[in-house]
């Protein structure tokens, strides 16, 4: 057998071991939210609340919703976590006659019967005046200013989820085994190419180092304080979003922690992305005299400017652990896995700045939509706000953006305390979206290379 065919049928081999790994031995968590709802006729509008509980007592997990026209049926409708096992229906803040019906748990388009699980003794109601069941609706009479009934959910939903899960999670590892092949043929296939590139910035990693660091040092030549202002403008960004978030609109702690601390562990990746990637864009632009070189490698441009913002980055990382030090929060052992979370980011970014810094010398526009971008990208992952506070039949968009697991994962370090591979899921993942981007930005960066110097 050759060379070629063994290295070929190692391939597949390889693959066929991922994908059996994936479908039958990586188990895949869901934490969707199931709907409730339910149709309203009232001669008084008012707000309705929905209270659930995991222990029975009501608390501060509450949603509100609007019954807006009296006397017009509408369906009020609400999102609840999976593990909730009791329900009060708040029927708005006034004495009023009010029929319901239509109850019903919903999941991915599937529903069940919600009406038998409704609690029709009167220890279980405030309020209600007159109660009283016909067929598929409740007919009630409120009686005072906190009316409300409840239902004993009594692992309904958990059945009805149970039984849609099972296809949702081998949907979810079908589109995980695909992503997974697609890279690795992407790179297969363009090994040589990469092999070469990983080659050119071995070699030249003096000329590299020397490079990033004349960038770092020139990018505030001419200003009074030069390359501080690398570190004071962010450090600036983090006391603004802190100053509004948290005294402004007094934001509540994260997880029982510190939002500052909160903020600071998700926006210090941020911001060696963000600065890097809209540095490697234009790096062939800025760089255009040595591109137009026949004997330079202008691979490693994308590498220096990459290189520059990762300095500004080590600084943050200390300056992180210092504001936990002033909180009280010791560093602990997991602060050494920030290196690898830094190399995902690099990779990444590395990888995204081969395509963008190719494709903006044809389309000059490139450059203002990947800042346009940015700015968007950066409010598509929890960095202000955690994840929970969006309904969980959403998060699944958060979770593919591969920065989600970077961002995630600088929390599991410096405050949940967990190691990556705990994380096995979604660091798989990680790497075969990231080793796609990868491969596919030193393909683009092959093709489009010899026409740089025409347009330049």
Not at 67 to 78: E, P, R
Not at 87 to 96: F, V, Y
Request: proline share 3%; with cysteine; hydrophobic share 50%.
């Amino acid at each position: 057998m050759s060379s070629s065919n063994l290295k070929k049928v190692v391939l597949l081999i390889v693959i066929l071991m991922i994908n059996i790994s994936v479908l039958f031995f990586i188990k895949l968590d869901f934490k969707t939210d199931f709907k409730f709802s339910f149709d309203v006729i009232s001669d008084e509008s008012s707000q309705y609340q929905l209270f659930y509980t995991y222990d029975g007592n009501f608390g501060d997990h509450v949603i509100n919703t609007e019954y807006k026209n009296k006397n017009d049926t509408q369906t009020l409708s609400f999102s609840v976590p999976r593990m909730a096992t009791r329900l009060r229906i708040d029927t708005g803040s006034m004495p009023a006659k009010i029929e319901l019906s239509n109850f019903k748990l919903s999941y991915f388009g599937k529903s069940i019967d919600a009406l038998p699980l409704v609690n029709q003794d009167k220890g279980s109601m405030n309020d209600i005046g007159s109660f009283n069941i016909n067929g598929y609706k409740i007919t009630i009479t409120s009686s005072g200013s906190d009316p409300f009934i409840t239902m004993d959910l009594n692992g309904a939903q958990n059945e009805l989820m149970s039984s849609i899960d099972k296809y949702i999670i081998l949907f979810a590892k079908v589109i995980l085994c695909i992503v997974i092949d697609l890279a690795a043929l992407i790179l297969f296939m363009s090994r040589r190419k990469i092999k070469e590139l990983v080659l050119d910035i071995y070699l030249n990693r003096k000329l590299i180092l020397n490079l990033s660091k004349n960038d770092f040092k020139t990018r505030f030549s001419g200003s009074y304080l030069g390359i501080t202002w690398a570190f004071v403008q962010p450090i600036v960004v983090v006391v603004i979003y802190w100053f509004v978030f948290d005294l402004g609109f007094k934001s509540a702690p994260m997880n029982d922690f510190p939002f500052l601390l909160w903020l600071i562990a998700g926006i210090v990746p941020w911001f060696f992305f963000n600065e890097a990637l809209l540095n490697a864009t234009n790096s062939f632009l800025e760089y255009s005299y040595l591109v137009k070189k026949v004997v330079f490698k202008i691979n490693i441009l994308p590498v220096v400017k990459v290189l520059s913002a990762f300095y500004v980055h080590l600084f943050f990382i200390v300056f992180a652990n210092i504001i936990y030090l002033l909180f009280g929060y010791k560093p602990q052992i997991y602060m050494i896995q920030s290196l690898y979370y830094s190399i995902c980011v690099f990779v990444l970014v590395l990888g995204l700045s081969y395509i963008t810094s190719s494709i903006v010398i044809f389309f000059k526009d490139l450059g203002q939509i990947v800042g346009i971008l940015l700015q968007f990208g950066m409010w598509m992952l929890p960095i202000m706000y955690s994840e929970e506070m969006m309904p969980s039949s959403i998060r699944w968009i958060l979770k593919i953006n591969p920065m989600y697991y970077i961002v995630e994962g600088y929390r599991d370090t410096f405050i949940r305390h967990i190691w990556f591979w705990n994380r096995y899921n979604q660091t798989i993942y990680f790497w075969g979206v990231t080793l796609l981007i990868f491969t596919i930005g030193v393909v683009i960066l092959k093709k489009l290379k010899p026409h740089f110097s025409d347009v330049l």
